[in-house]
Each structure stands twice: as structure tokens, then as C-alpha cells.
């Protein structure tokens, strides 16, 4: 099982970005599908970025042109580039395999993402 540790959200303006990073342990990370997930209070957790361990990368349509999910096997490091971000990107960002894990014992405590308008 991949344990991750999310870090790298804030308090950013509208416009502005961020760069998430996941650090993963687990000698599985390398042949692993990867995804970032978000929660916003009140909603369910979606899927935005997902990357295969042959970076072919997918994205939920509201963050299309604006997100950039990469990885380092190296470092079994996951990373989000969040740029012209938006109020409605505000949410609690994790990382996981993709599909996740349906055991919430598997999940992280996530890093808060807060875009003020």
C-alpha cells in the first residue's frame, strides 16, 4: 500500500497559482496510476489530474488548461501545477492512486487549497 503526505496549498488570490507535491512511500509508486482529488465542503471528492506511470496525463474539465499533474519516480514525488487558479478551485487537495482507494484509512490528510476572489 502507497502511503502520501500532500503539502504545498495556501491562501492564494484569484489569478494566482500553486504547486502541490506528494511524496509517496510504497515500492509500488513507480507502476502506480496516480490522481489528485479534491474536496469542497459540502461536496463529494473528484478526481481533477490523473497520470499513468507512463505519464499519459487526464484532466477534469473545469481545471483543462489551467492544471498540469507530473510525477518524479525518482523521488516517488506526485505534483500539481495549479495556475489562474479560482475561487471555486478552493478545496482540500489529496493525492492517491487513481482509482482511489475506497478505504478512507488510505487517504492523506490532504493540503487546503483557499483562492479568495
Known amino acids: 500500500q502507497v502511503q502520501l503526505v500532500e503539502s504545498g496549498g495556501g491562501l492564494v488570490q484569484a489569478g494566482g497559482s500553486l504547486r502541490l507535491s506528494c511524496a509517496a512511500s510504497g515500492s509500488i509508486f513507480s507502476i502506480s496510476a496516480m490522481g489528485w482529488y479534491r474536496q469542497a465542503p459540502g461536496k463529494q471528492r473528484e478526481l481533477v489530474a490523473a497520470?499513468?506511470?507512463?505519464?499519459?496525463?487526464n484532466y477534469a474539465d473545469s481545471v483543462k488548461g489551467r492544471f498540469t499533474i507530473s510525477r518524479d519516480n525518482a523521488k516517488n514525488t506526485v505534483y500539481l501545477q495549479m495556475n489562474s487558479l479560482k475561487p471555486e478551485d478552493t478545496a482540500v487537495y489529496y493525492c492517491n492512486t487513481d482509482p482511489g482507494p475506497e478505504d478512507l484509512d488510505y487517504w492523506g490528510q490532504g493540503t487546503q487549497v483557499t483562492v479568495s476572489s
Open positions: 497520470i499513468t506511470s507512463g505519464n499519459n496525463t
